[in-house]
C-alpha cells in the first residue's frame, strides 16, 4: 500500500474549485486498491488537517464545523521517512498518524501550483505528483512565462510588463510603454494568479489606471497584453515527462465556467461522465488538421521548453482573423485535473491518475541519480578561526 | 578474607568488565556467531601467550601467596606494592594494546550489544556482592580466570540473553514479512551462486533503475537478517521490484530467505566449490542453491545457465518456467546466448541473441570473459522484466568497470592501456590475458611483478601465468628479477623470444622502458599486485 497524501485548499483565490478537485480525485483513486489515501486539507490561514469527514463534500459548506471535526497536523523527518504527526504533538505518544510515501498536491493559484508546496515536498523528500519546483513556479509567472517561450519560438500574444514599485514611482512612464507598443483595446492582468481573476479589458487611456490599480491588489507584477478581437480559445492537456508526452484532444470552452460542478462529477463506476454539457464546451474542438497540428506541436515544445512533468492543460489563443494560434497560459494543477479531456481521448481518469503516480516515482528516481552533495566536508580543511571576530 | 583480598578480587572483576567491551567488539565483528567468534580466538591467540595475562598471572600469585603465607604487615605491605605494580603494568599494556590495534570497524553500539552489556553488568555486579559477603577464596582464583579467559563471560551473557535475542528475531522476522504482503505489486528477484552474484545484482539494479522503483540487498546484507534488516529499513510501499542476493554458508540458508520473500523470480549464476568446509561436498552446494528454484512462485521464472552442469542437476519444476541462457562460446544454445565477441579500445560488442533470434548488438565499456557473461544473464533478466531492447545500449553507456580491475584508458598518445592493477588471483589473470590477446591493436605489451600471496602452488601458478603470457603478449616487462624467476621459466617453456622480455629493477624502470617502445595503437596491460603509489 503507498500512502498518498492529497492536498487541497490553501490560501488561494481557487480554494473552493481545488476542493472540488481534489474529491473528484480521490472518489477515483479509491479504485487503485494498492492506495492509502490521506486527505490534507489546508485551510485559508495555512493550517493544515487530515480526517475523514474531508472526503465529503456536502461538509464543506460549513468550513468552520469542518476545522472542528478535523485533527490539525504536521509534518516531520525521521529515519528517512516521513510522517503525518497530531499537532500539537501529545505528551505521552508519538502522535503518528501516517507515513507519507507521495503527495499529491491539488491546488490550483498561489502556495500550492507556485512551486512552494512542491519546494516543501523536495526538502522533506516526498516523491511527489506533478511537475517540478521550477516549472510550478514558472508557469506561475505569466511574464517570465512568455519570455522564455518567446526564446523557444513559440509564439505568445504581444505584451509589455511592469511591477507595482514603477508603477507607483512613475505611472506615466509606464503608461508610455504600454501605448508605445499596444493598440487599445488591451487587456491588463496580475503576473502570477491562477484563475481569470483580476483582468480588465482596457479601451482607452482613462481606464488604464483604473485597470492596474486594480490589478495591483493581486500582484506586484502587472502585464499588459493586445487583445485578440477575433478570438477562440482551445486547450489541450499533455500527460509525461522529458522522456516521453501524451497529448488530448483538444477543446472550445464556451462558457467561461472555469470547472465543472460537482454535480456532472466523475462517475465512479467507470461509465462516461453524465452531464457534461456541450453547450459549455465543445469537446473535441472543431479544428482543421494544420490547426490541430500546430497547437499540438506548440503544446510539446512548450512543454519541453518550461521543463514540466505530470499533468497539464494548456490554453491557447485563436485569432480567426489572422489565423494566427498563440499560447496562452498553463495549469500545472488544472480544474477536475482536465480529465474530460483525457475521457475523450479514451484514457480513463483512473488511467491518467495512475500513470501521474509511475510519472512521480520515475522523477523522484532520476533525481536520486544525480550528484548534489560532496562527498567530503570542505570545512574540515580550512581554519576556520577568523569567522568570529 | 581480609578486605585487601576483596577489593583486589573486585579491581580484577573490574578489569574483566573493561576487557569484555573489547571482547563484544571482537564477537560483534564475527557477527554474533559463537563458534566463529571461538575460532577468530583461537587463531588470534594460538601463538603466543599474553604478556599482560603473565603480569597479572604472576601479582594475583604473589598477592596471593603473600597473604596465605605471611603474616608480617611490613612484608604484606611491601608485597602489595609489588604485586599492585605488576597488575598495573598488565593494565597498561592491555590498553595500550587494543588502542593500538587497527580495527577497520568500530564498535557499534547496537541494542544487542547494549543488551550484552547490561547482561555482564549484571553478571559482574551478582559476583561483586558475592565477594563482598563471601569469604571463599574461591572466587578470588574464579576472577581471575575470568579475567584471563575474557570470553567466557561473553559466551556466557550471550548465552542468557538469547530467548531476549530470539523473541525480539522473530518480531523483526514478522515485521519483515507484513512490509512485504502489504507491497501487493512488488516483484522480488533472487540472486545466488558461487560467484557473479554481486556483479550480476549490480547490473541487474543499473538496467532496471530507469524504469523501475529497485531496492537491492546492499553489499554484504545477503543472509536472512540482512535481508529482514534492508526490509525493515529501506523497503517503501513505492519499490517495484526487490532484488535479493542470497548467500548461503550451509543447507536450508537460502530455503530460508525465500520462506521470507517468496521471489517471483530466481538466477543461480554459478555453481563452484566455495565454502566446502562448512558444506562438505559439492552436492550440498547445489542442493542448497537449488533452494532458490523451489522457492520461487509457481509461475515464477528461474533464470539458468545452461553451461553449468551443476546447475544442470537441480531437479526440474513443472510449475514455473525456465529461462535458460549459456555461456559464451557454448554450442548448446539457451533462450539468451551472446555471439560475435569483438574486444576494443571501445570496450567489448556482441551480439545478445534471444529464442525468436532477435538479435541485439550490445556495446559496453566492461571487459573480460566474467563481465560480459554476467551482463548476458543481467540483461536476459532485465528484458525479461519488461525493459525494452532498445533501452539496452542506452542503459550500458553509463555502466563503469571499477577501477584497476580490467578497466580500460585511453591515453593522450593514443595508445590503450588495460588497467588490471588490483587483480591477484589467478583466473582473473588469465581472464585479463584472454582480454589482451583477442584485443584489436597493434603490439600487446604487459607489465607485471607476478602474482603474491598465493602460498606453496605460488610457483607453479607464476609459471602457468608465465606459459599464458607467452601465447597472448608480444612484449613482456616484468618487474624485480628475482620474484618473476617463475614467469621466466613459464616464457621459457614456451620457447619465448629473449629479445622481447624486459627485467625491471623496479616499477619506473618498467615505465621508463614502456615509454621507449610503445607505439600508437599498441595495447598495455597493467597486471597484478602493483603498489598503490601506481595511480596516475
Not at chain 1, 50 to 76: C, P, R
Not at chain 1, 155 to 165: G, K, M, Q, R
Request: hydrophobic share 40%; with cysteine; aromatic share 10%.
Amino acid at each position: 500500500m503507498i500512502n498518498l497524501a492529497v492536498f487541497f485548499g490553501s490560501r488561494s483565490v481557487e480554494h473552493e474549485v481545488s476542493i472540488i478537485t481534489a474529491l473528484q480525485t480521490i472518489l477515483t483513486l479509491k479504485e487503485n486498491n494498492n492506495l492509502n489515501i490521506q486527505p490534507i486539507y489546508i485551510d485559508k490561514t495555512g493550517d493544515w488537517y487530515t480526517g475523514d469527514n474531508l472526503l465529503e463534500i456536502d461538509n464543506f459548506k460549513n468550513i468552520k464545523k469542518v476545522i472542528a471535526n478535523s485533527q490539525k497536523i504536521n509534518f516531520v523527518r525521521e529515519n528517512g521517512k516521513t510522517y503525518i504527526v497530531k499537532s500539537p504533538l501529545p505528551t505521552l505518544r508519538k502522535g503518528i498518524i501516517s507515513q507519507v510515501d507521495m503527495a499529491f498536491p491539488i491546488i490550483h493559484g498561489s502556495y500550492g501550483e507556485d512551486g512552494s508546496l512542491q519546494g516543501f515536498f523536495e526538502h522533506m523528500q516526498i516523491p511527489y505528483i506533478g511537475s517540478s519546483v521550477l516549472a510550478s513556479a514558472t508557469t506561475m509567472d505569466k511574464i517570465i512565462t512568455k519570455l522564455i517561450l518567446k526564446s523557444s519560438g513559440v509564439n505568445v500574444v504581444d505584451s509589455v510588463w511592469f511591477s507595482a514599485d514603477e508603477w507607483l514611482n512613475d505611472s506615466n512612464k509606464c503608461i508610455k510603454l504600454v501605448e508605445d507598443n499596444l493598440d487599445y483595446p488591451l487587456i491588463i492582468k496580475p503576473s502570477d494568479i491562477g484563475s481569470s481573476i483580476g483582468v480588465k479589458v482596457v479601451k482607452s487611456k482613462k481606464e488604464v489606471e483604473d485597470a492596474v490599480n486594480f490589478v495591483r491588489k493581486f500582484s506586484n507584477r502587472i502585464l499588459a497584453e493586445k487583445m485578440i478581437q477575433n478570438m477562440r480559445e482551445i486547450n489541450i492537456s499533455v500527460l509525461g515527462d522529458s522522456e516521453e508526452v501524451e497529448l488530448s484532444v483538444c477543446e472550445e470552452p464556451i462558457s467561461d465556467d472555469e470547472f465543472l460542478t460537482f454535480d456532472n462529477k466523475y462517475n465512479s463506476n467507470g461509465s462516461s461522465t453524465k452531464g457534461m454539457s456541450s453547450a459549455k464546451r465543445e469537446i473535441p474542438a472543431k479544428l482543421t488538421e494544420t490547426e490541430k497540428n500546430t497547437i499540438e506541436t506548440m503544446a510539446k515544445e512548450s512543454f519541453r521548453a518550461l521543463n514540466l512533468s505530470g499533468l497539464c492543460r494548456i490554453d491557447f489563443i485563436m485569432d480567426t482573423k489572422e489565423k494566427k494560434i498563440y499560447v496562452n497560459e498553463f495549469n500545472t494543477i488544472p480544474g477536475s485535473l482536465a480529465f474530460y479531456l483525457w475521457e475523450a481521448t479514451n484514457k480513463s481518469f483512473l488511467e491518467v491518475l495512475n500513470t501521474l503516480i509511475k510519472l512521480s516515482s520515475k522523477k523522484e528516481r532520476n533525481e536520486a541519480m544525480l550528484i548534489r552533495t560532496n562527498k567530503s566536508n570542505i570545512l574540515s580543511g580550512v581554519k576556520l578561526g577568523g569567522l568570529k571576530k | 578474607m581480609d578486605i585487601n583480598y576483596k577489593l583486589f578480587t573486585i579491581f580484577i572483576i573490574l578489569f574483566s568488565y573493561y576487557k569484555n567491551v573489547h571482547d563484544l567488539h571482537m564477537f560483534q565483528l564475527n557477527s554474533y556467531r559463537q563458534e566463529r567468534y571461538l575460532k577468530w580466538y583461537r587463531k588470534k591467540y594460538s601463538k603466543f601467550i599474553k604478556d599482560y595475562d603473565v603480569m597479572l598471572l604472576l601479582g594475583s600469585i604473589i598477592f596471593i601467596i603473600a597473604y596465605t603465607n605471611f603474616d608480617n604487615l611490613i612484608i604484606k605491605v611491601i608485597i602489595t606494592i609489588f604485586s599492585a605494580i605488576l597488575i598495573s603494568i598488565s593494565v597498561f599494556i592491555y590498553v595500550f594494546r587494543i588502542s593500538n590495534e587497527n580495527v577497520k570497524k568500530k564498535l557499534v553500539y547496537t541494542n544487542r550489544i547494549k543488551r550484552l552489556i547490561g547482561t555482564l553488568g549484571i553478571i559482574y555486579f551478582v559476583f561483586s556482592v558475592t565477594v563482598i559477603f563471601s569469604n571463599n577464596i574461591i572466587l578470588i582464583i574464579l576472577a581471575i580466570i575470568l579475567n584471563v579467559f575474557s570470553f567466557i563471560s561473553i559466551l556466557l551473557s550471550n548465552y542468557i540473553n538469547k530467548p531476549i535475542e530470539l523473541k525480539i528475531k522473530n518480531k523483526f522476522y514478522k515485521d519483515a514479512k507484513n512490509i512485504l504482503e502489504s507491497n501487493k505489486h512488488l516483484t522480488v528477484i533472487g540472486i545466488t551462486g558461487s560467484y557473479g552474484k554481486t556483479s550480476t545484482k549490480n547490473l541487474l539494479y543499473d538496467l532496471l533503475k530507469r524504469d523501475y522503483n529497485v531496492l537491492i540487498t546492499p553489499e554484504s546484507y545477503n543472509t536472512l537478517y540482512g535481508v529482514i534488516r534492508t526490509i525493515r529499513e529501506k523497503l517503501k510501499p513505492t519499490h517495484d521490484i526487490f532484488i535479493v542476493e542470497m548467500g548461503a554458508k550451509q543447507v536450508g540458508d537460502i530455503k530460508e530467505i525465500c520462506d521470507l520473500v517468496n521471489p517471483d523470480m530466481g538466477i543461480i549464476t554459478s555453481i563452484g566449490e566455495q565454502h566446502l568446509e562448512t558444506f562438505k561436498n559439492i552436492s550440498n552446494i547445489i542442493k542448497t542453491k537449488g533452494e532458490l528454484f523451489e522457492g520461487i512462485k509457481p509461475n515464477g521464472k528461474a533464470f539458468i545457465n545452461i553451461s553449468d552442469e551443476n546447475i544442470m542437476k537441480i531437479k526440474k519444476r513443472s510449475d514455473i518456467e525456465y529461462i535458460k541462457y549459456n555461456n559464451l562460446n557454448d554450442d548448446i544454445v539457451g533462450n539468451y546466448y551472446a555471439d560475435n565477441i569483438k574486444i576494443s579500445n571501445k570496450g567489448t560488442e556482441f551480439d545478445l541473441v534471444d529464442k525468436d533470434n532477435y538479435v541485439l548488438p550490445v556495446q559496453t565499456k566492461l571487459l573480460g570473459k566474467h563481465n560480459i557473461f554476467n551482463l548476458v544473464s543481467a540483461i536476459s533478466l532485465a528484458l525479461e522484466v519488461g525493459v525494452k531492447y532498445e533501452k539496452i545500449n542506452n542503459l550500458l553507456k553509463d555502466i563503469e568497470p571499477i577501477k584497476h580491475r580490467l578497466s580500460l584508458r585511453t591515453t593522450t598518445n593514443r595508445y590503450t592501456i588495460l588497467d588490471d592493477a588490483f587483480n591477484s588471483n589467478p583466473v582473473g589473470s588469465k581472464n585479463a590475458l584472454e582480454v589482451l590477446k583477442n584485443f584489436e591493436g597493434n603490439k600487446k605489451i604487459i607489465i607485471t611483478p607476478g602474482m603474491i600471496e598465493l602460498g606453496e602452488k605460488q610457483d607453479i601458478l607464476n609459471e602457468k601465468f608465465g606459459e599464458y603470457i607467452a601465447d597472448s603478449a608480444d612484449f613482456v616487462i616484468l618487474v624485480g628479477r628475482k620474484q618473476t624467476l617463475a614467469i621466466q621459466n613459464g616464457l621459457k617453456n614456451k620457447n619465448y623470444d629473449k629479445n622481447n622480455i624486459y627485467i625491471a629493477k623496479d616499477l619506473n624502470d618498467g615505465f621508463d622502458k614502456i615509454n621507449s617502445i610503445i607505439k600508437t595503437g599498441d595495447v598495455l596491460l597493467i597486471e597484478n599486485d602493483l603498489p598503490d603509489t601506481f595511480n596516475e
